[in-house]
């Protein structure tokens, strides 16, 4: 019986957190401005379409002329900021979604001027992954030219909502 | 110590295979941006190798010669088993002899999986016989090492559980179970593999 209700609990338990965890994998995230004065930019709700009704509701700077998000030194992987935007993907060896993630970025890359990805091997960078309290792979990272952390998304995004991103970026 | 483990199941090891679980593909490759070329019939466009500026810094162990590719189905299909007998374990009570035999198979099937390979572990293989012959070619493939080290967690709940049933720690069996079995259901239903989800918190604590 003990063991009945375990299983009936795990597998409910589990679905619940499989439902969330699908729908909110890979979605885009403004990065929260460091400065507080960034407050109010309900503009930017458009840039990004639906993709982001973000949760707390109390999410959203990127103010063009006023971000005050963090800046990343992509020198410290061996790569120059692409003139546009940057796509800094942090993979890890074991991550199913980072290859096709891989796919996506690489081919915005590709057919956006301006638009670089970086791959970053997240164990050879620790120091850096605590620093942006990247939790889990693949962790993408859009950066405008530069540099400023402007999105960020926790698993593998859409290629959609990564163009939109990268043309509000600009 | 655990790295030493962890290191066994890089890609980088595999250097003297090219077979796979549930099926052949061959992707030697020098680096990452090849092994994603090699992706099959799945964003065309982008595949070509030498992606610009991408990639640079995979210079660690995720950088390899030869990448094993699996069939991901193959694995949905073995956690899917694996849910199967978790399941009928705990309903049958952990206090039972057919429990413990349930789970030292099912404890065998995920230390083969991790130690050797995925073309080892037995539910692979019956989805390599049985299923895959009725299915045809993947869409898509995908890398060996998140599913290999998800065999990984799943044995070390099972030899958890085990030893507690050995001692008569039942309530520590039902937890370490619980836990397995929440992770296999989350593979067979979602294809999420919870175990590579904690790999780099892992790691972020585990290293310095």
Known sequence: ?170 | MVGLVLRGFRPSDSSHAVVNAYERVDCMSEDVETAAGAQPADQAGGSESGAGVTAQDMRSGATQSVRIMVDPRGQRFSAAISVVVMAVALIVGLTQDLAAILLTIQGFAFGIGAMFGLRFQPYGWLYRVAIRPRLGAPKEYEDEPPPRFAQLVGFVFILIAVAAMAFEVTAVAYVAVAFALAAAFLNAAFGVCLGCQVYLTFRRITSR
């Open chain 1, 1 to 170: 019986m003990t063991g009945l209700i375990v299983v009936v609990v795990v597998l409910a338990l589990a679905t619940v957190f499989g439902l969330w965890f699908r729908r909110r994998d890979g979605r885009l995230q403004d990065v929260p401005a460091s400065d507080s004065r960034a407050a109010n930019a309900p503009a930017d709700r458009a840039l990004a379409g639906e993709a982001q009704p973000s949760e707390g509701g109390n999410v959203q700077p990127a103010d063009p002329t006023h971000h005050g998000g963090e800046v990343l030194d992509v020198t410290q992987f061996g790569s120059e900021l692409g003139d546009r935007a940057t796509l800094v993907q942090f993979s890890s060896a074991f991550c199913q979604p980072c290859r096709a993630t891989k796919v996506i970025l690489t081919d915005i890359a590709q057919t956006v001027p301006g638009v670089v990805h970086i791959e970053v091997d997240a164990e050879n960078h620790l120091t850096s992954v605590r620093e942006l309290g990247v939790r889990r792979t693949p962790t993408v990272l859009i950066l405008d030219s530069a540099g400023v952390i402007r999105k960020r998304a926790v698993g593998q995004p859409r290629k959609a909502d990564v163009v939109a991103a990268v043309a509000a970026a600009v």
